[in-house]
């Protein structure tokens, strides 16, 4: 499913870091960044970043549909949740079916920028959504996919770490380490990211934690305490990952209901066929990040980031993994 087209082309996610070999371990498609970075509507815009990372067929694409549903809906469909659409509009964007997508490392930046108002300023910034892909299924993938995940990491106001199931020791180790190869990047001794969303899927025990944010800050708080018998290994991941955001959260999402397994022969979502308790979690969550009231500006030392600065960082960064 691609976007539709519009003038000067065609609205999709583009390709803008992927692996390479030898000395250009991380290729930065300059050409392409520059042509989703350096439009004339959004020149000297500040940039709110919001970056979806995490495994292949983790419904990453699918909800970063439905922020581009939100991003465009009317100021009143946003108010009244009438932006989740209606129920034969099929969920176009980001391709949600594997394809030819299939296990591509990399960062993926949505084509157009939308612009937005901020509620608080009346300020106008540009949202840019990224779509972060790796794999930690061996050895010699995991230093190389740390590297991308510390960049998006770097890049974004918003770094969603998309999950399935749980909060597992893993996706911790994982965590720390990526963020690890991010502090290598930056000087500053203030904290180098800002908003870590611990973002789960298919949340499986909302009797003990419900859905939403509520549950999530307390299975958020269990997951990362530090305890008095703790290995001090666990303890270390979890002092680490605390002191490397600004902000960190957790949203435990539902399951979307089983029609999403019938989608990939059908390419069409009906709003109607998700169930209600996914769409309750959409309305909640979506809003919370892309209201104008909650836009978050990207910052690095303190300072607003622009859409330039952006394609500078991009470049200054994806130097530094190289060298
Ligand atoms: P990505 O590779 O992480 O971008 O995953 P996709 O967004 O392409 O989704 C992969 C498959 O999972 C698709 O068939 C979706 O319909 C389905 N899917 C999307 N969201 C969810 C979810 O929250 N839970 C489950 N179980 N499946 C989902
Ligand atoms: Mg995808």
Request: glycine share 8%; hydrophobic share 35%; charged share 25%.
């Amino acid at each position: 499913m691609s976007g539709g087209t519009q003038k000067g082309g065609m609205r999709e996610g583009v390709q803008v870091v992927k692996l390479g070999e030898g000395a250009q371990r991380y290729e930065l498609d300059e050409e392409a960044l520059r042509r989703v970075l350096l439009r004339q509507d959004v020149r000297g815009l500040p940039v709110v970043v919001v970056s979806v990372a995490g495994a292949y067929r983790g419904g990453k694409s699918f909800i970063l549909d439905f922020f581009l549903r939100y991003l465009k809906a009317s100021r009143y469909s946003q108010q009244t949740g009438a932006w989740l659409g209606s129920e034969d509009e099929p969920l176009q964007g980001f391709h949600w079916r594997g394809g030819s997508e299939r296990n591509t490392t990399g960062i993926h930046l949505w084509s157009e920028p939308i612009i937005t108002t901020l509620e608080a300023t009346g300020e106008k910034v540009a949202v840019l959504l990224m779509d972060t892909q790796g794999t930690f299924d061996s050895e010699t993938t995991i230093g190389q996919n740390s590297t991308i995940f510390a960049l998006s990491t770097l890049i974004s106001s918003v770094q969603i770490y998309n999950l399935t199931g749980n909060i597992k020791e893993d996706d911790l180790q994982h965590l720390q380490l990526f963020t690890e190869y991010g502090r290598l990047a930056c000087d500053s001794k203030s904290k180098a990211f800002q908003t870590l969303l611990f973002l789960v899927r298919d949340w499986p025990h909302a009797f003990e934690h419900a859905y939403g944010f509520l549950g999530g800050s307390t299975l958020l708080n269990k997951r990362l305490q530090a305890k008095v018998n703790q290995n001090p290994e666990l303890r270390q991941v979890r002092e680490h990952i605390r002191t490397c955001f600004d902000n960190i959260k957790c949203f435990l999402m539902p399951h979307p209901g089983h029609s999403v397994e019938d989608l990939k022969f059908t390419g069409c979502l009906r709003v109607t066929d998700l169930r209600e308790q996914f769409r309750l979690a959409l309305l909640e969550l979506v809003p919370s990040l892309f209201d104008p009231k909650h836009l978050t500006p990207k910052l690095i030392s303190g300072e607003r980031v622009t859409t330039q600065d952006l394609f500078d960082y991009f470049k200054t960064y994806v130097g530094i993994f190289n060298s």
